[in-house]
C-alpha cells in the first residue's frame, strides 16, 4: 500500500486530487498503455499514449542526475476506484489520506496488481526518466495530479487536451531569459555573446558609427522587434551555432558551474574539437565575441551586396547561410591557427578571398532552405576556401 496526502480540486470534468509521491513508489505502482494496432485484431487501434522516444529518454535519464533537476509539472495519473482509499484529515479541511493498494478481484472481474494501479495518462517520459536515477543524491518527489475512476474515453480526453492545448516555449524567448541566469553555462555565454553582437557597433569616426555585422539583425524573441527593420536571424539560431564551438554536453556544464567546478576539463577535451572550450574554461568570453565579430565582419566585406541584402530569397544573414557560415568557422579557424588566439578579421578575409561564389548566387534556388541548402553551402565553402580542402572534403564524404 502507498499512502499520500493529497487536496481535492474541483474542475468542469470533475473532481481530482493533487499531491506528491517519492518517485520510487510511483514507479512501483505506475503503468502505461501506448497506442499501438492491437495483437488480436491488427485493424484495431488500442491504447492513449504515444511511444517512448529513445533520444529524449536518454536525455532525461542524465538530467534526472542533475543537482538542478526538477520537474514542477504534475504526472497526471488515472487510479480504479477499487484501488483507492480517501480519508479526510480531522482538523485540515480539504487535506486528506489517499491509499493505494491492489484489488484483490471478484467472481465479475480480475484483480488488479499494485504495480498496475496507476495509470500514466501524461508525463511517462518524466517517469521513465526517473528509473535509473541515482537516490544516494537524495529523494526526487513528483508531484501528481490523480483522477480516481476516470474510464478509457476522460483519459484520452484528458491526454489530449494537455498535449494539444500546450504550446511550445518559444526557444528564443528560453535563451533571452538566460540574461537572470547568475551561473555560468554555454547557454549563458552563448546568450551573452549573442545580445552583444547585436549591440555591436564597430567604431566611431566623427559622428558616423560602423555597425557591428550582427547590429540589429537578432530577434531576441524570435519575433520582429518592435520599430526596428532587418532583424533576419532568431536568437535561438545564432545561440545554437554558437553552441557547436563551446564544451559539449551544455546540462552538466551548468551543473558544474553551479557547484563552482565550471573551469574543470572534461576527459580527452579538445581545441580543436571545439574551438571555444579554452577561452570557455578561462571564462575569456571578450575572445569568442572577437572572433566570431572578425569572422562575420570578414563575411560581411566579402559579400556586402548578399549580406546586407532583405531582398526575398537572399541566404547568406539568415538561417541557411548562418547556419553554414558558423559550421565553417572552424574549418576556418583551424587552418589559421596552432593554438586558440583570436583571429583578426584580414586573416579570415584571406580564406573568404579563394572563394568564387557571387553575391547574386547566395540565394534560395541555389542554396534551398533548411539543411540541404546549408550542407551544400558549407561544403562550396570547405571546397573553395580551404587550402587543405581535399583531405577535409575526404572527411565529409
Known amino acids: 500500500m502507498k499512502v499520500l496526502k493529497v487536496l481535492k480540486v474541483d474542475q468542469p470534468i470533475g473532481e481530482f486530487y493533487i499531491g506528491a509521491i517519492d518517485s520510487r513508489d510511483l514507479l512501483e505502482i505506475a ?53 483507492v482509499e480517501v480519508k479526510g484529515i480531522g482538523g485540515c479541511d480539504g487535506l486528506f489520506n489517499m491509499e493505494i493498494s491492489g484489488y484483490e ?106 555597425d557591428g555585422p550582427f547590429y540589429h539583425r537578432i530577434k531576441r524573441l524570435g519575433k520582429r522587434t518592435p520599430g526596428v527593420s532587418g532583424e533576419t536571424l532568431a ?31 572534461e576527459p580527452r577535451e579538445s581545441w580543436r574539437d571545439r574551438i571555444f572550450v579554452n577561452f570557455y574554461r578561462e571564462e575569456d568570453f571578450l575572445s569568442i565575441l572577437l572572433i566570431v565579430s572578425n569572422y562575420f565582419e570578414a563575411v560581411r566585406q566579402k559579400w556586402p551586396v548578399a549580406w546586407n541584402s532583405e531582398e526575398q530569397g537572399m541566404i547568406l544573414s539568415r538561417t541557411t547561410g548562418y547556419n553554414a557560415l558558423i559550421r565553417f568557422l572552424k574549418d576556418a579557424y583551424l587552418e589559421l591557427v596552432d593554438s586558440p588566439r583570436v583571429v583578426e578579421k584580414s586573416e579570415f578575409l584571406e580564406i573568404f578571398s579563394r572563394i568564387d561564389i557571387p553575391d547574386e548566387e547566395l540565394n534560395s534556388e541555389v542554396y534551398l532552405p ?28
Open 370 to 397: 533548411g539543411s540541404s541548402g546549408a550542407g551544400l553551402l558549407y561544403r562550396h565553402l570547405v571546397q573553395q576556401g580551404l587550402k587543405n580542402s581535399l583531405s577535409r572534403q575526404a572527411e565529409l564524404l
Open 105 to 210: 478481484g471478484d467472481e465479475d472481474s480480475l484483480p488488479i496488481p499494485l504495480s498496475e494501479t496507476a495509470f500514466v495518462i501524461d508525463g511517462q517520459h518524466r517517469l521513465a526518466g526517473l528509473i535509473d536515477r541515482d537516490h544516494k543524491k537524495g529523494p526526487f518527489e513528483v508531484n501528481v495530479s490523480i483522477f480516481v475512476g476516470a474510464d478509457i474515453a476522460d483519459q484520452a480526453e484528458i491526454f489530449s487536451r494537455v498535449n494539444l492545448a500546450q504550446t511550445k516555449v518559444n526557444k528564443s524567448l528560453m535563451y533571452d531569459l538566460l540574461d537572470y541566469a547568475k551561473e555560468k553555462s554555454p547557454y549563458k555565454v552563448a546568450h551573452d555573446i549573442v545580445v552583444a553582437l547585436n549591440n555591436d557597433v564597430l567604431e566611431t569616426s566623427g559622428e558616423e558609427k560602423i
Open 31 to 83: 503503468t502505461v498503455d501506448i497506442r499501438e494496432f492491437s495483437e488480436g485484431n491488427p485493424g484495431e487501434i488500442d491504447g492513449i499514449q504515444r511511444e517512448l522516444s529513445p533520444g529524449r529518454l536518454s536525455a532525461l535519464k542524465e538530467y534526472v542526475n542533475l543537482d538542478y533537476a526538477t520537474f514542477p509539472t504534475s504526472v497526471i495519473l488515472a487510479i480504479d476506484e477499487r484501488c
Open 235 to 265: 536568437q535561438a539560431t545564432v545561440v545554437n551555432g554558437l553552441l557547436r564551438h563551446l564544451p559539449k554536453n551544455q546540462e552538466k556544464e551548468r551543473s558544474k558551474s553551479i557547484l563552482g567546478f565550471g573551469g574543470r576539463r
